[in-house]
């Protein structure tokens, strides 16, 4: 079946570590999309990307970047220039244009220890 | 930039109606709506793409005025099961590339 997978579902962080986030889509989508959820503020966009080895910033990118290697996959690094990073990450695809459906992925929670 | 929903939040009893609004300052061309569950990922329920238009899904429905740059989701004969919380988004061109942004989200807890 295809679907888009993030991974993992839960990641702890110590202070001044950067993580990696992973996303991994088989839908044959072009645009990938990074999202933060923070309680009350809804999903803001990190980062996207339309093809490979091109992305742009979205509203809140300070403090993380993106690769795009592959069609498939485009993993978010989370850097220890992030001050608040605890929260909520959503992936998600879709085909080009404006008036596609968004798929998600299940979301990995990171939590600063 | 985010699209602004209204209300926050809705309190509802089992069988009631309601209404989700969600407004741009930009121009909109087409508006997604999702519904999230908590710890989830957000599920599609239906993209409008031009102005005026309407679309149903069960007894969830949405209209789009293009004018106004507003779009509203009617929720009828609420159930149990459409609790979570609901986000319009909307996608803008740029330069070579298409931006899909949300709006903060409006929570909506169905009551028995």
């Known amino acids: 079946d295809g679907g888009i997978t993030q991974s993992p579902k839960y990641l702890f962080r110590k202070e001044g570590q950067n993580v990696t986030l992973s996303c991994e889509q088989n839908l044959n989508h072009d645009a990938m999309y990074w999202y933060r959820q923070d309680p009350g503020q809804g999903l803001r966009l990190i980062y996207y990307s339309q093809i490979v080895n091109d992305f742009q910033k979205g509203d809140i990118a300070e403090g993380y970047s993106v690769s795009r290697e592959k069609k498939e996959s485009f993993p978010l690094t989370v850097t220890s220039a992030q001050k608040n990073p605890t929260a909520f990450y959503l992936c998600a695809s879709t085909y080009q244009g404006l008036n596609t459906e968004a798929f998600f992925g299940q979301g990995t929670r990171l939590t600063v220890v | 930039q985010q699209p602004v929903q209204s209300p926050q939040a809705v309190i509802l009893r089992e069988g009631e109606d309601a209404v989700i609004n969600c407004s741009s300052s930009k121009a909109l061309y087409s508006v997604h709506w999702y519904r999230q569950k908590h710890g989830e990922a957000p599920v599609f329920l239906m993209i409008?793409?031009?102005?005026?238009e309407q679309k149903g899904h069960e007894k969830i429905s949405a209209s789009f005025n293009e004018k106004k740059q507003q779009s509203s989701l009617y929720l009828t004969a609420s159930q149990l099961s459409y609790s979570g919380t609901y986000f319009c988004?909307?996608?803008?061109?740029?330069?070579?590339?298409?931006?899909?942004?949300f709006g903060s989200g409006t929570r909506l807890l169905v009551r028995p």
């Open positions: 409008l793409l031009k102005g005026g």
């Open positions: 988004g909307t996608a803008f061109r740029m330069d070579s590339s298409y931006k899909l942004i």
